[in-house]
């Protein structure tokens, strides 16, 4: 599985990391950074009046480190007051906001920074994680609580960290994903951006917890985007800084602040976006089907001339294809057969017959499936090809018919499944959209 190349981008980074107690978090997610693309930035460690022993702990441990400053404050001062106060220390364009429960792979910082030097109306830009609320993969809730997502701890481990990351890599393909609010727990922000909102809102949230949504809903009222990088992954072990009780009362007061500002509707309606992102779920299906396989996900990279691939591989490491471009794939539900183009395509040309998917990639393009369900992960995956370029449909021979929720109450017809059978494709899969598609007659 190929690793993402490490970007020559981030001079012009600086990291600041909010500390309150959570020494052993602290040290490692630190020491994450350093050995990671952004380890050679300036990284300011904000002690939020922690014992003495914390202090003492952290300049000891980093003294050696040229590019990391603690800043201890000798009172607690606030999670947003804070990080305010970081920022204010910073003279670079592009300020990381991360938490110190955070842990980093060895390539994280680079992509995000790249995401927005492409676009100067691009303010924020956040990660994929095991435990971020709507940036949370695989799974979005925990059903046995209901609650967000933790994923089982996905990615505290350094080599699963490093194969989550690569895996998302392969499945991301750069895409960004325009939302309306972004999990705070690491978020790379333009700092002129900040600069011309006024910053975060330190009087309304002093000790955080509704801070990154205020300060997400003022950029985006003033004509600001903010996506959500897919092809980036880093670790959240959680807050380790306050009890279970105490985060509940600083998150009904959050609550309250939000809702007096911007009326009682308007976060409800953006956790309801998010929640409803056909892209954000599609790469959550994906890094699922991955991971259920029970082994450790493997890529294999298949060239056009491969001819005949059989799904799922007889040791069962087969557990995710990358389709090279330059080549014309067949696909079912039991393997795919690979073809050279004769010469190049101007995009990604799709169609379909009952029996498989035929998908033609210019020399440009790649395309990764979930071996454990080829046509199912094709889609999705073009499905998220779509949002940066066109798909070109030139033919669609399926029998048409109506999904089995608009079949007549009255008839004793049996109801119309919109897909083939033979493509062994789940239930859900009525739920993908395509951004940009082109219909041949």
Not at 144 to 152: L, P, V, W
Request: aromatic share 6%.
């Amino acid at each position: 599985m190929s690793t993402p190349a490490a970007s020559p981008n981030l001079a012009d980074l600086s990291i600041v990391i909010p500390v309150y107690g959570a020494l052993e978090e602290t040290l490692d997610c630190v020491t994450s950074l350093l050995q990671s693309d952004a380890g050679g930035c300036p990284i300011f460690l904000m002690d939020d009046g922690s014992d003495w022993h914390v202090q003492d702990t952290l300049r000891s441990r980093f003294a050696d480190a040229p590019n990391v400053t603690l800043i201890s404050h000798f009172r607690n001062r606030g999670y947003t007051r804070n990080i305010a106060m970081g920022v204010d220390q910073t003279n670079t364009e592009y300020v990381c906001i991360l938490n110190s429960d955070t842990l980093l792979p060895a390539v994280w910082a680079g992509p995000l920074v790249a995401k927005l030097e492409s676009d100067a109306y691009l303010a924020g830009v956040g990660p994929l994680s095991n435990a971020a609320s709507f940036q949370s993969v695989p799974d979005l809730v925990d059903p046995e609580t209901g609650k967000f997502s933790e994923n089982d701890g996905l990615g505290f481990d350094p080599a699963e960290r490093e194969t989550v990351a690569a895996l998302l890599h392969e499945l991301g393909k750069g895409v960004c994903v325009d939302v309306p609010i972004l999990n705070g727990f690491c978020t790379v922000f333009r700092r002129s951006a900040l600069d011309a909102i006024g910053g975060f809102d330190t009087q309304g949230y002093p000790e955080g917890y509704g801070e990154e949504n205020d300060l997400c809903i003022r950029l985006k009222a003033e004509g600001y985007r903010l996506c959500v990088l897919l092809d980036c992954f880093v670790h959240h072990q959680k807050s380790k800084s306050f009890g279970s009780a105490r985060k509940e009362t600083l998150s009904a007061r959050g609550a309250r602040t939000l809702a007096k500002k911007f009326g009682p509707e308007l976060v409800p309606s953006l956790s309801k976006q998010m929640g409803a992102s056909l892209p954000l779920n599609n790469i959550r299906a994906l890094v699922k089907a991955a991971l259920d396989t029970g082994t450790t996900p493997q890529v294999e990279g298949i060239a056009p001339d491969a001819g005949a691939v059989s799904l799922p591989a007889a040791d069962g490491t087969r557990t995710c294809l990358a389709l090279q471009g330059g080549g014309t794939y067949r696909i079912s539900a039991t393997g795919l057969n690979a073809t050279p183009n004769a010469g190049d395509l101007p995009g990604i040309t799709v169609s379909a017959t009952p029996d498989a998917l035929h998908v033609s990639l210019p020399e440009s393009s790649a395309l990764t499936l979930v071996g454990g369900a080829p046509v199912h992960s094709a889609l999705r995956a073009l499905s998220q090809a779509s949002l940066l370029q066109t798909l070109y449909v030139t033919g669609w021979e399926i029998p048409a018919g109506p999904p089995a929720a608009e079949t007549d109450e009255d008839s004793d017809a049996a109801p119309v499944a919109p897909w083939p059978e033979a493509w062994a494709m789940p239930e859900d899969t009525d739920k993908l959209s395509f951004s940009r598609l082109w219909l041949s007659n």
